[in-house]
């Protein structure tokens, strides 16, 4: 079984990807979305795609969170996500568990951008009641660098059937 970690460190070994706007002073007082989203399918149907998000502080700095929404047709599904953020040392952050879908937009708890060294988060989604012992997999958006603005790596699909 791949674990986000791995998705993680994959993604991170195949180098700049693109490079996202440094988000630091351009989205003073403004919640703005970073780096490419990852797409979650549950038992061969689309259930929606998580991004990393970026609040920038006036003063410097900022906040991140993830952002999962669910697709229209899965939201019904009574089903439940976990939402949170991935450092780069494979640590989870912000870990907010069994989101329903009674919301389409559901979040991780809001961490400070630097709270983690160095400074690099991946947005993360797992299916909590969905996926069949063992087949469980993570989506994640683009592991984003908050140093230098710079993405590394693509989104990768979290599926199970």
Known sequence: MLTASTFML?????GTVGTATAAH????GTWSNIGSPGNLT?????????EEMFYGYCSGGGAVEAHFQWSGAFQGSNSKVTVLLIDSHGNWLGEHDDLDASSKDRYSYVIDVHASTPDEYQAAVFSDDNCPNNQERTALGSL??????????GAQEGWCW
């Open 10 to 14: 994959a993604a991170a070994a195949t």
């Open 25 to 28: 002073a351009s989205t003073c």
């Open 42 to 50: 549950v038992n061969g149907n689309y259930a929606g795609q998580v």
């Open 144 to 153: 984003h660098w908050y140093y230098n603005g710079g993405d590394y790596g």
